[in-house]
């Protein structure tokens, strides 16, 4: 097996698979770009990645980041009104959702955003928790925690493709 990346620490509880769960302290946003940039490298069709912290913990950084690695020159904004933000990059169809101000199952229904998971897309979901039920389970969930200087990340694999990317990563 490959040496774990210097900065990645394993962590985590109740698992003696150490590449399972990953704690990474983030110095600055260019921590959070190398971070994002390994994890383009090994982003898989029909991927879903949650990313929980509060407002400003860094979460959409982390998907610009990622689409920037991707080769994306476009805007990326945050999807806060819209919800959802398509993307296409390095043959990959990315989904940015933001569920923050998503209010109820019907708004979801109505929205059509049932059909988005049809395992080809790869998601980042921003306020999963506002869509529990609704939404797959994560492969990948990554929490944010904002520091007097810095961000620290928990990025746990929660499915045989997420524990797989995360070896590699
Ligand atoms: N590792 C980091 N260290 C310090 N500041 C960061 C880091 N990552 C992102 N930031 C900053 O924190 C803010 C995060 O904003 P944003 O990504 O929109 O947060 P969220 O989507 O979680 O609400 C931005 O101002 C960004 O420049
Ligand atoms: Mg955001």
Not at 113 to 136: C, K, S, T, Y
Not at 148 to 168: D, H, M, W
């Amino acid at each position: 097996m490959p040496a774990p990346h210097p900065n990645l620490l394993p962590g985590g509880e109740g698992t003696n698979d150490r590449c399972t769960n990953i704690s990474l302290f983030l110095a600055d946003e260019d921590a959070s770009a190398a971070l994002a940039q390994r994890l383009a490298a090994r982003l898989k069709p029909g991927m879903v990645i949650y990313l929980h912290g509060d407002l400003g913990a860094g979460k959409t950084t982390l998907v610009r980041g990622v689409l920037n690695a991707l080769g994306y020159n476009g805007r990326v904004k945050s999807p806060t009104y819209t919800l959802v933000e398509p993307y296409h990059a390095a043959g990959l169809d990315l989904r940015h959702f933001d569920l923050y101000r998503l209010h109820d199952e019907e708004e979801w229904e109505a929205a059509g955003f049932r059909d988005e998971f049809n395992g080809h897309n790869i998601f980042f979901i921003e306020w999963p928790e506002h869509a529990q039920g609704l939404i797959p389970q994560a492969d990948i969930t990554i929490d944010f925690a904002i520091l007097a200087q810095g961000r620290n990340v928990e990025i746990s694999g929660n499915t045989p493709t997420g524990r797989e990317c995360l070896k590699q990563l």
